[in-house]
């Protein structure tokens, strides 16, 4: 958020964190996307509804740390103490979902149907000389021989016997590099289209939020103006997230052109700071107006193409196609975390200029 400002010539922005911040929450979220896909699509949405109610409720957060606190480094501990609590609340909460009857019911279901028939059995039938075989099932193999079965009953007369033969024992091992790079070229051919969708969104979001949004100033609202641009996008962005469980039949090349689409947004709010002092667009409802455009879109575009590339692939490889989702997910955000990098010295005065301005009025001698 945009509350981490030490002094007006060093500042800590989102745009400026090294990457090595940012891993946590990416394991964690491809963790939770690849453990959602197993269950039924509306879950997925809630997930990533469940994603933005935390922005709600951060951006209310720092909005009532900074009414209620004129100390700024007094309300900034308080944001990151409250945001602290929140995420162990989750984590309690997601031990105690992990083990319900629901989760555990689609969770163990596909790896159960990964497990082929158990062993074989050699029937040998002495009179004829003919010998078979027979695949004998998990259930069948796991309960073993009972005493009333052909395989004990005496071999008097010669007629027939049965001999059971010991399974093989099986050793675990890894996977290799290149079994594992070919399962996601597999599932990667069925949702290419929603992997790029999505990579695309966030691409064109990072490059925006919250970086260049945090270095938008006013001379009358002053730091509160990036403080309710970004409250506007987390409010429009959940909008956008509940609007993605409305029953739409998407294709997956309608999905990726209409994520293109939003690279709009990036010249519209280039014009909100740039030039530096006098942007074209200075009024504070312009960046309000676009952050919240922005912010519903990003919600829905963000959301159903992971809750539509699930039901693409069988239940066996739906995890992976929500991690392989995942991957693209972070890959959008990193490219658009980089952009916004490069692009920060187009800011970067920017908040200074009502400073400069009142400097230069003062120095104006008055008149006789």
């Known amino acids: 958020m945009c509350g981490c400002s030490s002094s007006p010539t060093t500042r800590l922005t989102p745009s400026t964190w090294p990457p090595w911040a940012l891993w946590p929450s990416a394991a964690q979220q491809s963790s939770f996307y690849g453990y959602t ?52 609340l989750c984590f309690l ?6 083990r319900s009857r629901f989760v555990l019911y689609y969770t163990t279901r596909p790896r159960d149907s990964r497990r082929g028939p158990a062993g074989y059995r050699v029937h040998h039938d002495v009179a004829a000389g003919d010998v078979h075989f ?17 395989a004990h009953e005496p ?5 027939y016997m049965r001999f059971d033969v010991p399974r093989p024992r099986a050793e675990r091992s890894w996977p290799t590099f290149r079994a594992l790079m070919l399962h996601r070229y597999v599932v990667a051919r069925v949702i290419w289209a929603d992997m790029l969708s999505i990579a695309v969104t966030y691409f064109i979001t990072l490059c925006l939020f919250p970086g260049l949004e945090s270095e938008i100033r006013h001379c009358v609202l002053g730091e509160w103006l990036p403080i309710l641009v970004m409250a506007v996008f987390n409010l429009s962005d959940f909008v956008g997230k509940i609007l993605a469980a409305l029953p739409v039949d998407w294709r997956g090349t309608h999905l ?43 919600g829905y575009f ?65 008149g006789p």
Request: aromatic residues 6%.
């Open 302 to 366: 963000g959301s159903v193409p992971m809750i539509l590339a699930a039901g693409k692939v069988s239940p066996k490889q739906r995890e992976l196609a929500g991690n392989t989702m995942t991957v693209s997910y972070m890959s959008g955000l990193t490219l658009g975390s980089a952009v916004a990098y490069c692009t920060y010295s187009l800011t970067r005065e920017a908040h200074s200029s009502c400073f400069h301005t009142a400097t230069t009025n003062s120095s104006v001698p008055a």
């Open 155 to 159: 071999a008097g007369g010669g007629a």
């Open 37 to 88: 896909g197993m269950l039924p699509k509306r879950y997925t949405q809630g997930v990533m509804t469940g994603e933005s109610t935390a922005g709600v409720m951060i951006s209310l957060s720092r909005i009532l740390t900074k009414l209620l606190l004129p100390d700024e480094r007094a309300s900034t501990l308080i944001f990151f103490l409250v945001s602290v609590g929140l995420e162990l």
């Open 93 to 98: 909460l997601h031990l105690l979902v992990r």
């Open 134 to 150: 027979e695949h004998q099932g998990p259930v069948l193999a796991s309960s073993g021989s009972p005493k009333d079965s052909p």
């Open 256 to 298: 990726l052109a209409c994520s293109c689409l939003r690279v709009v947004f990036i010249p519209l709010f280039i014009l909100c700071v740039y030039p530096s002092g006098t942007p074209a667009l200075r009024h504070p409802a312009w960046p309000c107006v676009f952050s919240l455009l922005m912010g519903i879109s990003n």
